[in-house]
């Protein structure tokens, strides 16, 4: 049921998100962020209060991850383990808002699955266009 709910959720956002403007590059990040905030805003089940505290901290623990990631392009290792010690200095920052440690670890969790639907959208729109131009050379 809540599998279901989800990807109603995940459509239904896709669907108004890509009817604001569907334009490259920034705009896409922009709609790519706000599916993964409702998202784990669901998944955490955060209340108002919580989520005006707890995104703020996950905006900056994100963008020190991102940072890590390119300063650490050519070495896979050192980043994992940058990226470690990030999610070591901001689990009791997310703590403090969340008040629990399995909620904590499920943000963790929910940023992956995130991340794992994302992928799986992608390469079904890939193979959807690609199918789409095959059509279409087949016409010619």
Request: charged content about 35%; aromatic content about 10%; proline content about 2%.
């Amino acid at each position: 049921m809540k599998r279901v709910l989800f990807f109603t959720i995940f459509a239904v956002l896709a669907h108004f998100v890509n009817a604001q403007g569907g334009g490259r590059g920034a705009k896409k990040g922009e709609r790519i962020q706000a599916l993964k905030v409702a998202y784990m805003t669901h998944v955490l089940k955060l209340t108002p209060t919580e989520a005006q505290t707890f995104w703020p901290i996950y905006n900056t623990y994100f963008e020190e991850t991102k940072k890590a990631r390119v300063n650490n392009k050519e070495d896979e290792l050192k980043y994992q383990e940058e990226a470690l010690n990030i999610k070591k200095k901001y689990k009791p920052e997310f703590k403090k808002v969340l008040n629990d440690d399995n909620r904590v670890n499920l943000v963790f969790k929910a940023e992956r699955d995130f991340l794992t639907e994302l992928q799986k959208e992608v390469k079904k729109r890939i193979q959807q266009k690609q199918k789409a131009n095959s059509s279409l050379e087949a016409l010619e």
